[in-house]
């Protein structure tokens, strides 16, 4: 008789189980002392997750895989046509699956989860997830659900959704989308904020968004000195103009006056430059904080009811629950509901799943758009002194960017996202959920 304890133990994202043994036990007697030893709930629950090989991982993928055949020729003899459609849903929903999952390595690779090339994950992993570092389950908030309300900010969305009769289970993935029209309008993308003149309380020292930042703000100090050199070698050079030519030339003197008027002018629009991007990302960022919650919940909450027959495969605590919740976006709860497992509801499937499909596509289209906003904003500031210095060498616009121009697009990409909060907020407070 052998006894064997274990110890789990965490090396960066991954978890192992330390095998030790504990006492051998060979005759008789000794088995009979053997069998009076007592070993923790902890050693016999980790126990199981400790003995494991390839062969038993094929094992179980082999047994997976006939379950899944299993099942489609059981549902294919009950419904034919059903059983095809939903199969089919379910690849279309795979293949836009890996268009949201690079779209979302925007935030996910700042986060560290991009490897794990995965949109959803199951109630219990996110769970382990939250007792851990939380980078998966800081989106969804899983917690039980017993048919009482979860405790959520105002303006949250409740969804309740039978899980029996959408043949779901405590197996049912949830879906983990950082990347969506709501979370982009909102300012919750890290590596998109606009804000290059401060650094927030957030702890970016070794992000990428930090490392843009820091070389953006290098190349608006050369800028802004350059700048200033101009300008203060203009006033010289009109000022020796205007001594030097005011006795033999009334007329060039009157230019270099004028020139010493763009200056100032120049000086001003230098000054107001800065004035003017400060404005913008501040009057922006305390627009777009009353669209943000107190907490870091996600606008709907989905609550799944489950029977207990239903979570009698999972762990412990969780056969205690009737259901799960999690928190989640616009994207998320269509992406949720397309995995309906009834192939007798494959219209109320195709009808989520072709949602999911143009919610990608407004995604991805909305990603790339604030991905490019980022950008432009970011090179605006860096010739923004160049604009304004510009106008103090030059007589008339020539079709270069003149510096109205510069400000009222500068202005414009930083309301375009106060635009999408507002409509991310109708499209919530309009849209019925049952």
């Not at 843009?212 to 050199?229: D, E, F, G, K, S």
Request: charged content about 20%; hydrophobic content about 45%; glycine content about 6%.
């Amino acid at each position: 008789m052998i006894i064997i304890t274990s110890n789990e133990e965490v090396v960066g994202e991954n978890y192992y189980y330390r095998a030790k043994l504990k006492d051998i036990y060979t005759t008789e007697e000794d088995i009979a002392k053997g069998q009076a030893v007592s070993i923790d709930d902890t050693e016999y629950t980790l126990i199981g997750e400790m003995v494991s090989d390839p062969v038993t991982d094929v094992a179980d993928t082999v047994i997976d895989v006939g379950e899944k055949v299993w099942n489609f020729v059981e549902n294919f003899k009950h419904n034919p046509i059903g059983t095809i459609i939903t199969a089919l849903l379910d690849l279309l929903t795979m293949l836009f699956d890996a268009v949201q999952i690079v779209i979302n390595s925007i935030q996910t690779v700042s986060l560290g989860t991009f490897t794990d090339l995965r949109l959803a994950y199951e109630y219990n992993e996110l769970v382990k997830d939250a007792n851990s570092d939380g980078k998966r389950d800081m989106y969804t908030k899983v917690s039980k659900y017993n048919g009482e309300d979860y405790v959520s900010y105002e303006g949250q969305k409740y969804v309740y959704v039978d899980g029996d009769d959408k043949g779901f289970s405590m197996d049912t993935e949830i879906p983990v989308i950082p990347i969506d029209v709501y979370n982009l309008s909102i300012s919750d993308i890290s590596l998109l904020d606009i804000n290059f003149l401060t650094v927030d309380k957030e702890n970016r020292e070794n992000s990428l968004w930090m490392t843009l930042r820091n070389i953006a703000v290098t190349i608006m100090h050369v800028t802004m000195y350059l700048a200033a050199a101009v300008l203060i070698t203009s006033l010289i050079l009109h000022g020796i103009y205007i001594v030097k030519g005011s006795l033999d030339n009334p007329q060039a003197q009157m230019e270099h006056k004028k020139g010493i008027k763009r200056f100032f002018i120049s000086l001003l629009m230098l000054v107001g430059s800065v004035v003017i991007m400060a404005l913008s990302i501040y009057a922006s960022n305390m627009f777009l904080e009353g669209f943000q919650s107190d907490t870091d919940e996600l606008p709907i909450r989905v609550n799944v009811s489950l029977t207990p027959e239903e979570n009698s495969q999972s762990d412990s605590e969780s056969t205690t629950s009737g259901g799960y919740s999690f928190s989640t976006n616009f994207t998320g709860y269509i992406r949720y509901m397309a995995q309906i497992n009834d192939v007798d509801k494959y219209t109320e499937k195709a009808v989520y799943t072709f949602e999911y499909i143009a919610l990608v596509l407004v995604n991805v289209a909305g990603g790339v758009f604030m991905v490019v906003r980022m950008i432009v904003m970011l090179l605006l500031a860096i010739i923004g002194p160049i604009v304004a210095t510009f106008y103090a060498i030059k007589k008339e616009d020539n079709g270069t960017l003149n510096y109205r121009t510069w400000a009222e697009l500068y202005v414009t990409l930083a309301a375009v996202q106060i635009l999408m909060a507002i409509a991310s907020k109708i499209v919530l407070e309009c849209t019925i959920f049952n």
